[in-house]
């Protein structure tokens, strides 16, 4: 008789939906186990290097679907090492959103108001501060003069980044070489790692099996550490609860690969995708018009030619987050940074002659001449929801098409009409900003390549009240499969109309009394009430009133 | 010149120079380059190392460009029928289209709904990393190389360490104002 290894929560996926739960659920006493599908760097593996199997390549995924492709980290400490560290909270508005569904698509018990202790909890433990003006760069100094400009207001953005260490390298995607952004490395995992928790690199889970005694059994595939399309064994665990935490573009393919051994999954895993409404635009700004419309000069008697300088995402503009317009209508606008190839790829020149390619040629070489004179525009609106995930690939998420980043996945996603319209909306806010007396030239990065495309992959597999159109309940719990509970972005029910990861993040702190009680249910002596992972205990204090209803029978 | 479906590697190189050109053109290597078509007055993805990044292991491609290559010849001689073009037989056939004409069919290849658009697409992506990032080489050694992409992109030089750092980063006031609902924790509301 052969012996499978065995743990009280099996956690799939170390992003903020896995690493949140992990502290939590070791603090408490339980014995976990996570399982990453990528790679274990720390701040002294990340590289400035584009070369491919860089730390660039090795912590990051590109997965192109059909009509969408979504990026994402693959490493321990997941998005949040790739990530751009931007949290600002959804606005109120969000909450109520009905989309295309006839009704609330967040569950009843959640608004702004009884998120935002959970909010603080996360911003106290990672945590998030305010930029004030002289830590905004000078694309978001940029960015915030053309709106004042144009008639808008302009606000820093929140972030998690230690802005006393940061050199404003611009390599956030290949990770923090200096520990300046404030990723899951830093705070959930070292502590839940103390607290006795075990992660696993390199361990892609395939499949999940219910086992008799009521829990599940999860098999994995080990992942060659350089070539991510081959793999160097395999196993399995047997788990009492399994949290999934896989990202967006993950968890549901998975559950869709164990429909076959687990049963009938809710109709919603694998639908109700959302891309978050993402939209970019790309300004090639007039230098001279910097100079004298919006009076700015820096350093080399220069205005501006700082595209290469920062820390992604500084300043955005929330004229257009407004309740009282109707839904698809609202979106917010943040200036942003990509590096070169992701972010130059899928700009189109504003100069192409009739009949010729915009994003390729001749005249596309020539805007990449004014790379310093970018200015890449954010667009988060909200879309429709209408992603959908087609047959599983046979392993991981995305038959794999390079040894990392590059992958082909399932998803497809063709834009309804609303989405179409708040993208439109969007596109001609940043052109009446951008555009003014002759700041700069702007276009829409293209949809024809790629697909429309996402950094924040949100609800595949969302909570709600409806079981018709969400496959959790309001407690993260997969309908019809006690003990299996999705805490990543999947959760979310729709676009947030910003950046989403904070808002994940408190979605999983919510989520956590309801995972203790269901472990004390299974006989796991474990507690709930760890403080932040530093050990600050006003967040806790915050979130007390509403343990209660969170572990109800 | 070539089977059906091995190309002789010179073939193969010269038909994705070719076309990489078509992505990020550039300046002809010499006078009597014909892959390079001279669409622009400096270097371009060639010499930038697009056929160099697509014969990377890294990429996961290098499998499948015999057949990529006998394709897009496939296509171009298809093309010129169309066309009524009469196609120099020393080279190639994409290769003996004029730039316009690369352009043209290779547009028509990377449009949404084109059967073989991922093969296209992922060739036209390599072409414009080689270009844009030099993604075959450290970028330290691109740097120092002078690579064409990086330098005409002005990307700055390192710190002596090879990290980038920039210590002038803000304009250092404030530049508009604040959403009137902005929230005390700096959040919409």
Same mark, same amino acid.
């Given at each position: 008789? !052969?012996?499978?290894?065995?743990?009280?929560? +099996?956690?799939?996926?170390?992003?903020?939906?896995?690493?949140?739960?992990?502290?939590?659920?070791?603090?408490?006493?339980?014995?976990?186990?996570?399982?990453?599908?990528?790679?274990?760097?720390?701040?002294?593996?990340?590289?400035?290097?584009?070369?491919?199997?860089?730390?660039?390549?090795?912590?990051?995924?590109?997965?192109?679907?059909?009509?969408?492709?979504?990026?994402?980290? %693959?490493?321990?400490?997941?998005?949040?090492?790739?990530?751009?560290?931007?949290?600002?909270?959804?606005?109120?508005?969000?909450?109520?959103?009905?989309?295309?569904?006839?009704?609330?698509?967040?569950?009843?018990?959640?608004?702004?108001?009884?998120?935002? &202790?959970?909010?603080?909890?996360?911003?106290?433990?990672?945590?998030?501060?305010?930029?004030?003006?002289?830590?905004?760069?000078?694309?978001?100094? +940029?960015?915030?003069?053309?709106?004042?400009?144009?008639?808008?207001?302009?606000?820093?953005?929140?972030?998690?980044?230690? !802005?006393?260490?940061?050199?404003?390298?611009?390599?956030?995607?290949?990770?923090?070489?200096?520990?300046?952004?404030?990723?899951?490395?830093?705070?959930? #995992?070292?502590?839940?790692?103390?607290?006795?928790?075990?992660?696993?690199?390199?361990?892609?889970?395939?499949?999940?099996?219910?086992?008799?005694?009521?829990?599940?059994?999860?098999?994995?595939?080990?992942?060659?550490?350089?070539?991510?399309?081959?793999?160097?064994?395999?196993?399995?665990?047997?788990?009492?609860?399994?949290?999934?935490?896989?990202?967006?573009?993950?968890?549901?393919?998975?559950?869709?690969?164990?429909?076959?051994?687990?049963?009938?999954?809710?109709?919603?895993?694998?639908?109700?995708?959302?891309?978050?409404?993402?939209?970019?635009?790309?300004?090639?700004?007039?230098?001279?018009?910097?100079?004298?419309?919006?009076? #700015?000069?820096? $350093?080399?008697?220069?205005?501006?030619?700082?595209?290469?300088?920062?820390?992604? =995402?500084?300043?955005?503009?929330?004229?257009?987050?407004?309740?009282? *317009?109707? $839904?698809?209508?609202?979106?917010?606008?943040?200036?942003?940074?990509? @590096?070169?190839?992701?972010?130059?790829?899928?700009?189109?020149?504003?100069?192409?002659?009739?009949?010729?390619?915009?994003?390729?040629?001749?005249?596309?070489?020539?805007?990449?001449?004014?790379?310093?004179?970018? #200015?890449?525009?954010?667009?988060?609106?909200?879309?429709?929801?209408?992603?959908?995930?087609?047959?599983? @690939?046979?392993?991981?998420?995305?038959?794999?098409?390079?040894?990392?980043?590059?992958?082909?996945?399932?998803?497809?996603?063709?834009?309804?009409?609303?989405?179409?319209?708040?993208?439109?909306?969007?596109?001609?806010?940043?052109?009446?900003?951008?555009?003014?007396?002759?700041?700069?030239?702007?276009?829409?990065?293209?949809?024809?390549?790629?697909?429309?495309?996402?950094?924040?992959?949100?609800?595949?597999?969302?909570?709600?009240?409806? @079981?018709?159109?969400?496959?959790?309940?309001?407690?993260?719990?997969?309908?019809?499969? =006690?003990?299996?509970?999705?805490?990543?972005?999947?959760?979310?029910?729709?676009?947030?109309?910003?950046?989403?990861? +904070?808002?994940?993040?408190?979605?999983?702190?919510?989520?956590? &009394?309801?995972?203790?009680?269901? +472990?004390?249910?299974?006989?796991?002596?474990?507690?709930?009430?760890? =403080?932040?992972?530093?050990?600050?205990?006003?967040?806790?204090?915050?979130?007390?009133?509403?343990?209660?209803?969170?572990?109800?029978? | 010149?070539?089977?059906?479906?091995?190309?002789?590697?010179?073939?193969?190189?010269? !038909?994705?120079?070719?076309?990489?050109?078509?992505?990020?053109?550039?300046?002809?290597?010499?006078?009597?380059?014909?892959?390079?078509?001279?669409?622009?007055?400096?270097?371009?993805?060639?010499?930038?190392?697009?056929?160099?990044?697509?014969?990377? @292991?890294?990429?996961?491609?290098?499998?499948? *460009?015999?057949?990529?290559?006998?394709?897009? %010849?496939?296509?171009?001689?298809?093309?010129?029928?169309?066309?009524?073009?009469? #196609?120099?037989?020393?080279?190639?056939?994409?290769?003996?289209?004029?730039?316009?004409?690369?352009?043209?069919?290779?547009?028509?290849?990377?449009?949404?709904?084109? =059967?073989?658009?991922?093969?296209?697409?992922?060739?036209?992506?390599?072409?414009?990393?080689?270009?844009?990032?030099?993604?075959?080489?450290?970028?330290?050694?691109?740097?120092?190389?002078?690579?064409?992409?990086?330098?005409?992109?002005?990307?700055?030089?390192?710190?002596?360490?090879?990290?980038?750092?920039?210590?002038?980063?803000?304009?250092?006031?404030?530049?508009?104002?604040?959403?009137?609902?902005?929230?005390?924790?700096?959040?919409?509301?």
């Amino acid at each position: 008789m !052969t012996s499978t290894e065995s743990t009280d929560v +099996l956690i799939v996926g170390s992003g903020f939906g896995g690493a949140i739960a992990a502290y939590h659920l070791a603090a408490g006493g339980a014995k976990v186990t996570v399982l990453e599908r990528g790679p274990w760097l720390e701040s002294k593996d990340f590289e400035h290097d584009y070369l491919l199997g860089s730390s660039y390549t090795r912590i990051f995924d590109f997965v192109v679907g059909d009509g969408m492709s979504l990026l994402g980290g %693959n490493c321990v400490g997941g998005g949040s090492v790739v990530y751009f560290a931007a949290m600002p909270r959804a606005p109120r508005f969000i909450f109520e959103r009905k989309g295309s569904i006839g009704r609330r698509m967040w569950p009843s018990a959640i608004n702004r108001d009884t998120l935002d &202790p959970w909010y603080d909890k996360v911003s106290e433990a990672l945590p998030i501060t305010k930029q004030d003006w002289d830590e905004v760069t000078y694309a978001g100094g +940029l960015f915030a003069a053309a709106c004042n400009h144009a008639g808008r207001t302009a606000n820093p953005v929140p972030v998690a980044i230690d !802005t006393k260490l940061c050199t404003n390298c611009n390599w956030m995607m290949a990770g923090c070489k200096f520990d300046a952004k404030r990723s899951l490395l830093l705070n959930y #995992l070292p502590a839940a790692l103390a607290h006795g928790a075990e992660i696993r690199p390199l361990h892609e889970v395939q499949k999940l099996v219910r086992t008799e005694d009521g829990g599940y059994r999860v098999s994995y595939n080990v992942i060659h550490d350089v070539d991510y399309r081959v793999s160097v064994g395999s196993g399995e665990i047997d788990a009492k609860i399994v949290i999934l935490a896989a990202g967006a573009g993950a968890t549901p393919v998975i559950l869709q690969r164990s429909e076959d051994t687990l049963g009938k999954m809710p109709h919603a895993v694998g639908r109700y995708f959302s891309g978050n409404g993402e939209r970019l635009n790309t300004a090639i700004i007039d230098e001279d018009k910097a100079r004298d419309l919006l009076g #700015l000069s820096r $350093e080399d008697n220069l205005s501006y030619a700082a595209n290469q300088i920062g820390k992604g =995402p500084c300043v955005a503009s929330w004229d257009n987050l407004d309740g009282s *317009l109707p $839904e698809f209508s609202r979106f917010c606008l943040e200036q942003l940074y990509f @590096p070169p190839g992701f972010g130059t790829i899928l700009a189109q020149t504003p100069d192409a002659l009739p009949g010729t390619p915009t994003w390729f040629g001749a005249e596309k070489k020539k805007i990449v001449e004014q790379w310093q004179s970018w #200015l890449t525009i954010f667009s988060m609106t909200e879309d429709d929801n209408e992603g959908v995930f087609g047959t599983p @690939p046979p392993t991981g998420n995305a038959v794999r098409i390079s040894q990392q980043m590059l992958g082909r996945g399932p998803i497809r996603y063709n834009p309804t009409e609303n989405t179409l319209y708040g993208w439109r909306q969007a596109d001609a806010a940043v052109k009446a900003i951008m555009e003014k007396d002759g700041l700069s030239k702007v276009m829409p990065w293209t949809n024809d390549v790629v697909g429309a495309y996402t950094v924040h992959p949100l609800a595949s597999c969302r909570i709600g009240d409806d @079981p018709e159109t969400s496959a959790l309940d309001d407690r993260h719990e997969l309908r019809g499969h =006690p003990g299996i509970f999705v805490t990543d972005g999947s959760a979310v029910p729709g676009a947030l109309t910003v950046n989403p990861a +904070l808002t994940i993040a408190a979605l999983a702190e919510r989520a956590i &009394p309801g995972i203790v009680k269901a +472990l004390r249910d299974r006989g796991v002596d474990v507690t709930y009430g760890a =403080p932040s992972p530093d050990g600050e205990t006003s967040g806790r204090r915050g979130v007390a009133p509403l343990v209660r209803d969170l572990v109800r029978d | 010149m070539q089977s059906e479906t091995v190309p002789d590697r010179a073939t193969r190189t010269m !038909t994705l120079e070719a076309f990489a050109d078509t992505i990020v053109p550039g300046v002809k290597r010499s006078p009597e380059d014909r892959a390079i078509a001279g669409a622009a007055d400096d270097d371009g993805a060639v010499v930038a190392g697009a056929v160099e990044l697509l014969e990377t @292991p890294a990429a996961g491609v290098v499998d499948g *460009l015999d057949s990529l290559t006998v394709m897009l %010849n496939g296509h171009a001689t298809d093309y010129a029928a169309e066309h009524g073009l009469e #196609l120099d037989d020393d080279v190639p056939p994409f290769v003996a289209l004029s730039y316009e004409h690369r352009i043209a069919l290779v547009a028509r290849l990377v449009a949404p709904g084109h =059967p073989e658009k991922d093969g296209w697409v992922a060739l036209a992506l390599f072409s414009n990393m080689a270009f844009d990032t030099g993604a075959h080489l450290h970028t330290l050694d691109a740097m120092a190389q002078g690579h064409p992409g990086l330098r005409s992109m002005k990307f700055a030089q390192p710190d002596a360490d090879g990290l980038w750092r920039f210590p002038a980063y803000s304009y250092g006031r404030p530049l508009a104002r604040r959403h009137p609902g902005t929230t005390p924790s700096g959040n919409p509301a």
